[in-house]
């Protein structure tokens, strides 16, 4: 695996389901300490199994790794003492590299907190945790959908999209924005923004302002935090088969198909391939970027 986030503490929201679950998984696979937030007790508590499964199955490859190496220091035994003294050496270097491997392993480099970022002193508090972790990358993911027709959009539905989507955004990335000034830390954010922003839906006023409201925070961030070394950046995809994509686009078949005729491509997104974008964006892979707005979308914007 690829160790770009090496020593990052890197937060990441809404990571019960979706999206944010699986980058959660492939951040901690090259070795970010992970602090993830997100709303449901139940869903943190299937994703801290699965993260235990993988640390227990990585426990099993180091120590068949460090009795292989064993092995080989026996059966090595027999050879010239010439032999013996170099095999040994080398031997002594596996050893201790199964040492660290096992280590490090055996401790897992997660936090996982249970909080509604709907709700403001929710995400104070996660602010506070991530300041604490000294966090320094943070990716703006936990979102919510809302499909009406603008006529029939109701104010509160409004308000609680944008409550998550944007205004979220803006706290948790100001309060930690705010700690990478003061102590000079060079961070870097990633909004999970969407093709709905770059190419208007029908039935999504809701949403697709709580995203345009986001891209307009992007910019803004990444204009007043450049001069400080904080990078900002955003993601579009269009349709992605979370239980978000699951519920507004497979459920009503007609509608996808229709929007399936708008993508050059045809296809809808894999989570994967949004994935590979936000840790490119997150990573020093793009140290000179900023202020990007990355459709992910099979051409469906142009
Ligand atoms: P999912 O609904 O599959 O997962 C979203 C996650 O965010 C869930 O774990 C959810 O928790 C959490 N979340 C939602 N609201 C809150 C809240 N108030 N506080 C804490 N956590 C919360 O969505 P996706 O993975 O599909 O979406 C991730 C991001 O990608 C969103 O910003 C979305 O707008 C964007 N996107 C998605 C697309 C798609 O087609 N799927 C396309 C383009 C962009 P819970 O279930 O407990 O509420």
């Known amino acids: 695996a690829r160790k770009r986030f090496e020593d990052r503490i890197v937060c990441v929201t809404g990571v019960g389901k979706g999206i944010g679950h699986d980058l959660i998984l492939e951040l901690l696979q090259e070795k970010a300490f992970v602090i993830g937030v997100s709303r449901t007790q139940e869903d943190l508590d299937k994703l801290r199994q699965i993260i235990d499964q993988r640390v227990q199955l990585q426990q099993a490859h180091a120590q068949s790794d460090q009795k292989d190496s064993q092995d080989k220091k026996e059966g090595d035994e027999d050879e010239n003492e010439e032999d013996e003294q170099e095999t040994e050496k080398k031997n002594e270097k596996g050893n201790e590299n199964a040492e660290i491997k096992t280590t490090l392993n055996t401790n897992p480099s997660y936090r996982l907190i249970c909080a509604d970022l709907s709700v403001r002193k929710d995400v104070e508090t996660v602010v506070q945790e991530c300041i604490a972790a000294k966090v320094d990358m943070l990716v703006n993911n936990a979102g919510v959908a809302g499909v009406s027709k603008f006529?029939?959009?109701?104010?509160?539905?409004?308000?609680?999209?944008?409550?998550?989507?944007?205004?979220?955004?803006?706290?948790?990335?100001?309060?930690?924005?705010?700690?990478?000034?003061e102590n000079k830390i060079k961070g870097s954010i990633v909004n999970i923004s969407s093709s709905a922003s770059l190419?208007?839906?029908?039935?999504?006023?809701?949403?697709?302002?709580?995203?345009?409201?986001?891209?307009?925070?992007t910019k803004c961030m990444a204009l007043e935090l450049g001069c400080h070394g904080i990078r900002v950046n955003s993601v579009h995809p269009t349709v992605v088969l979370t239980p978000m994509g699951i519920s507004v686009w497979q459920n009503?078949?007609?509608?996808?198909?229709?929007?399936?005729?708008?993508?050059?491509?045809?296809?809808f997104v894999e989570t994967q391939e949004v994935?590979?974008?936000?840790?490119?964006?997150?990573?020093?892979?793009?140290?000179?970027?900023?202020?990007?707005?990355?459709?992910?979308?099979?051409?469906?914007?142009l």
């Open 151 to 181: 006529l029939d959009t109701k104010y509160e539905d409004l308000r609680r999209v944008h409550s998550v989507n944007f205004e979220a955004a803006f706290l948790l990335s100001q309060g930690i924005a705010k700690y990478w000034v």
């Open 199 to 217: 190419r208007v839906l029908d039935e999504h006023t809701a949403y697709c302002t709580s995203k345009f409201a986001l891209d307009g925070l």
């Open 252 to 267: 009503n078949s007609k509608k996808g198909n229709a929007l399936l005729e708008l993508i050059p491509m045809h296809r």
């Open 275 to 301: 994935i590979k974008a936000v840790m490119f964006l997150l990573s020093d892979e793009s140290s000179m970027i900023t202020g990007a707005l990355l459709p992910i979308d099979g051409g469906l914007s």
